[in-house]
């Protein structure tokens, strides 16, 4: 783990007068302390870019705020659906169809039943929103049924203060035991089908997510322990898909959905006297939902489905756009909602219909990590992932939309669009990594929480892997005695620099203990400072050697259980304990100098085989940064002058002075040797022989050493890997 996080925590978790002073000197630190009131002080909208229905993203204001209308018509009201049932059977009956006169109902609708109802949440702490999201709510900040004026990243009601959490809105199946414990209004109920042809069969996406939710394999004990209901999936699973069975009750009636949708779109709008509404329902002119999520129109717009390609920026290569993989999307138009993921050439393609003006939405998660943002003081953060609001698209290009996250790499002038830049990158970057672990037949983790942090002292990268080390299951007991104080910490430090500001800090104090809650709910697997070099190759390189800490971490614990947890547990302490690596002849440096030799030979290794591939294959500036990775690694050096830490980490010449042995593992792997620096008699050592090695629980070099030999290829010798490890310190 890098120094990031966890060099932090101990000077503010440790009493001792020499943190303290070294405390005192970062605060009165001008630029960091201004930069970082900034941030909490001033909402910071989570993204980029504005979409003006072009390829290029244009910067958003600096609070994108979501604007609405007027509240409009609800044609899938259930009170209305049977209003419009009832009119079209009357019809039917004075049209001389003597077959559904007779069908009692058919005319009083008594086996009917709405699908949904209409919510309104009000949470009122995380831990309540936090068991919402984990048992599946697919939830809104803004009211389903309201014009949306001007699209926006967040939305808060203006009744409610922003240091509380703002009305979470969502469709939950009708008969689903709604909690108890969380506030919650039924606003209305909701009779949803599906109305187009060809989208009968099409699944209800309030009820089942497919992008893995808050639900991956792996959460933390917090998660699972508050997570008192069944989820919507479960519920799902064993009544049925509700907007499924509404469909196939009315076509099994004999109705046609588009014409109970346009006739209980002509109702709402007569009764209401929404201009939109009062036009003939056969005209096809009907507009859907008067624009709710989406403003106005009309259907004289053919429906269309909603597709294109997401894509990211490369900083070093501008005219490379990278698609971003497995990313989740969502478009939605009033109630009607989709979602899909990404593919790995960054296509979605939405299987169901939307007229005018459809909402389409991003957000940084899927089935193997849930991106959040700790840089803010929107409770809600804390909880849900890192989203963009690519905003509405038209009938004129919703099925090509082109979008792409973009950087100008200059640090904090436009942190929008390097916070979506970085969450982008982190999604590629993880998918990359779990793809050349398959390639080399190594399993990854099955969940990661990753913290997206800005640059901050409090923040910085690590892998701790605190949903797994910290979980009994996995881990151990009693490392709540770590991670607790690591959190106060953070609460201490937020606290310090409001206070200095007098008047100006009134009032946070309490709220930052609210925060805690929130940070101990969602903990860390992953923590990124994407801001100290905002550079694609910088902050690709940085996930890389994270996720591969994550992927040593699951390969121990496949291999050891639970003293894998207590491994890594040992690991945290020591990084606490000793400011990061510590020095070469602490207790436990030896220990460390394994994990992180794996980060960086991972890391680098990874990186260049990513600027070797695919769309990076016949660009040259990506061909000399592949081969610049792979000579850092095969020019490492051990020195004893740097016992420290790694030095001249900015510079490729001799970059990786020190005792961490990175190159050790890449001298193993490689079949020549490009530096010069050492006696390389040794190779055949693949990626997955070398993990095999790491899978053990070296906590010295003699026990590293005794892995590799007891794994070594043919042809080579003990002494072969032992002469080899001596010149790495080893």
């Not at 009968?200 to 009820?207: H, K």
């Not at 090695?693 to 007891?710: E, F, M, P, Y």
Request: aromatic share 12%; glycine share 8%.
């Amino acid at each position: 783990m890098d120094k990031g996080l966890f060099l932090f925590y101990f000077d503010i978790v440790i009493v001792n007068p020499k943190y303290a002073t070294k405390m005192k000197k970062i605060l009165i630190r001008k630029n960091s302390l201004l930069y970082f009131i900034l941030s909490l002080v001033i909402v910071v909208s989570l993204l980029s870019c504005r979409k003006y229905y072009d390829s290029q993203p244009v910067p958003n204001k600096l609070t994108d705020e979501t604007v609405l209308g007027s509240e409009k018509a609800n044609p899938f009201s259930f009170a209305t659906i049977k209003k419009a049932l009832l009119k079209l059977s009357t019809e039917k009956v004075e049209g001389g169809i003597k077959s559904m006169s007779n069908t009692k109902a058919l005319r009083t609708f008594d086996d009917i039943r709405p699908t949904h109802n209409y919510v309104r949440f009000a949470p009122e702490n995380l831990e309540q929103l936090n068991q919402l999201v984990t048992a599946g709510f697919e939830l809104f900040d803004v009211p389903l049924t309201y014009e949306v004026v001007e699209e926006g990243d967040y939305y808060q009601d203006p009744s409610i203060p922003v240091t509380e959490i703002t009305f979470q809105y969502t469709l939950v199946p009708y008969g689903y035991q709604l909690p108890s414990n969380v506030p919650h209004v039924i606003l209305d109920e909701i009779f949803l089908f599906n109305e187009e042809d060809g989208e009968y069969g099409q699944p209800d996406y309030w009820s089942v997510a497919i992008d893995g939710g808050n639900t991956g394999a792996m959460q933390s004990r917090a998660n699972r322990s508050s997570a008192s209901l069944s989820t919507i999936a479960d519920y799902v699973e064993m009544y049925g898909d509700p907007v499924i069975n509404a469909t196939n009750y009315l076509i099994s009636h004999q109705f046609n959905p588009m014409q109970v949708y346009q006739t209980a779109s002509f109702l709402e709008g007569a009764i209401i006297g929404d201009p939109y509404f009062g036009r003939d329902p056969n005209s096809g002119r009907i507009e859907d939902g008067g624009g709710g999520g989406g403003g106005g129109g009309n259907t004289s717009w053919p429906p269309g489905y909603p597709s294109g390609v997401l894509r990211v920026r490369n900083t070093e290569m501008p005219d490379i756009e990278e698609p971003v993989k497995r990313v989740t999307v969502k478009a939605r138009k009033f109630l009607k909602l989709e979602t899909k993921l990404t593919d790995n050439n960054g296509r979605f393609q939405m299987t169901k219909k939307f007229r005018n003006r459809v909402t389409i939405i991003v957000k940084f998660k899927n089935d193997l990590a849930t991106i959040r943002r700790v840089d803010n003081f929107f409770l809600a953060f804390n909880v849900f992932p890192v989203k963009h609001n690519l905003g509405r698209w038209g009938n004129d290009n919703m099925n090509n939309i082109q979008y792409t996250f973009a950087t100008t790499g200059n640090g904090t002038s436009d942190r929008q669009s390097e916070k979506v830049w970085a969450a982008a990158t982190a999604m590629n970057a993880l998918s990359d990594t779990y793809e050349f672990n398959r390639e080399n037949g190594i399993s990854s983790p099955p969940h990661l929480n990753i913290w997206l942090c800005r640059g901050v002292d409090a923040v910085g990268n690590s892998a701790p892997m605190l949903n797994y080390a910290a979980d009994p299951y996995f881990g151990v007991n009693g490392l709540s005695a770590v991670v607790v104080p690591v959190i106060n910490g953070i609460i201490t430090r937020l606290s310090f620099f409001l206070n200095t500001l007098g008047p100006v800090g009134i009032g946070f104090a309490a709220l930052l203990e609210v925060h805690k809650a929130g940070l101990l709910l969602n903990m860390p697997d992953i923590t990124v400072d994407y801001e100290r070099q905002v550079s694609s190759t910088s902050v690709y390189n940085t996930f890389i050697h994270e996720f591969s800490h994550a992927t040593h971490f699951w390969g121990m614990y496949e291999q050891n259980g639970r003293e894998a947890g207590q491994y890594w547990a040992n690991e945290i302490q020591y990084t606490l304990q000793h400011n990061g690596y510590g020095n070469r002849n602490d207790a436990g440096a030896e220990r460390a100098g394994v994990i992180e030799a794996w980060g960086y030979f991972a890391g680098d290794l990874y990186l260049a085989k990513k600027y070797t591939r695919g769309i990076y294959a016949r660009n040259i500036i990506a061909r000399i940064l592949a081969q610049r990775a792979i000579f850092r690694l095969d020019d490492q050096e051990f020195d004893l002058r740097f016992d420290a830490q790694i030095q001249n980490a900015g510079s490729d010449n001799n970059r990786y002075v020190g005792w961490i042995p990175m190159g050790f593992l890449n001298d193993l792997n490689d079949n020549v040797e490009l530096g010069g620096r050492h006696t390389d008699n040794v190779s055949g050592y693949d990626v997955n022989r070398i993990f095999r090695s790491l899978k053990n629980l070296n906590n010295t070099a003699d026990d590293l050493r005794t892995s590799l030999i007891n794994n070594r290829p043919s042809g080579v010798t003990p002494g072969d890997v032992e002469g080899l490890g001596l010149q790495f310190g080893y």
